[in-house]
């Protein structure tokens, strides 16, 4: 694990990229700041526009967040989303989350994409990140362990 400091009352890693954004360390272009919440430009953006949205306490996964935590995030996910569509005229939008390196995430610090999208650019759905047709002949089963697991 990485070092822990503070930034105000925000436990921070000393290591992490998006850390060293939040605090200044690194120059970011920032669109929105609260006290739990900042939001920035992807530098490598999928389409004009594409947001970050992270938290600003540092957490590695998605699954290590409160529901507090959660909730602050995801208005904050939703603000942005209508305001990066309204900016664009985006006619859509990929909302989501890369949790874990198995799934992408490049930045072990969670950040919701907000990636606005028009007909015909190219792009695909959330489906296309992954198929593996699972077999659909047990369904029942597949829902009875997810609810043990809860």
Request: net charge negative; aromatic share 8%.
């Amino acid at each position: 694990m990485y070092p822990l400091k503070l930034y105000g009352d925000i436990v921070m890693t000393e290591d992490c990229l998006f850390c060293k954004i939040i605090s200044g360390k690194i120059p970011s272009n920032r669109v929105y700041e609260d006290d739990a919440v900042f939001a920035f430009l992807d530098i490598y953006p999928a389409s004009e526009g594409h947001t970050l949205v992270t938290p600003i306490k540092h957490f590695s996964n998605f699954t290590d967040m409160n529901s507090e935590d959660v909730a602050s995030l995801f208005e904050v996910a939703r603000k942005i989303t209508a305001a990066v569509e309204k900016a664009f005229s985006a006619e859509g939008s990929n909302i989501g989350i890369n949790n874990g390196e198995a799934a992408g995430q490049e930045v072990p610090h969670v950040h919701v994409h907000v990636i606005p999208r028009k007909k015909g650019d190219g792009g695909r759905g959330i489906k296309s990140i992954v198929w593996t047709e699972p077999d659909t002949n047990n369904l029942e089963e597949i829902a009875e362990k997810i609810r043990r697991a809860l």
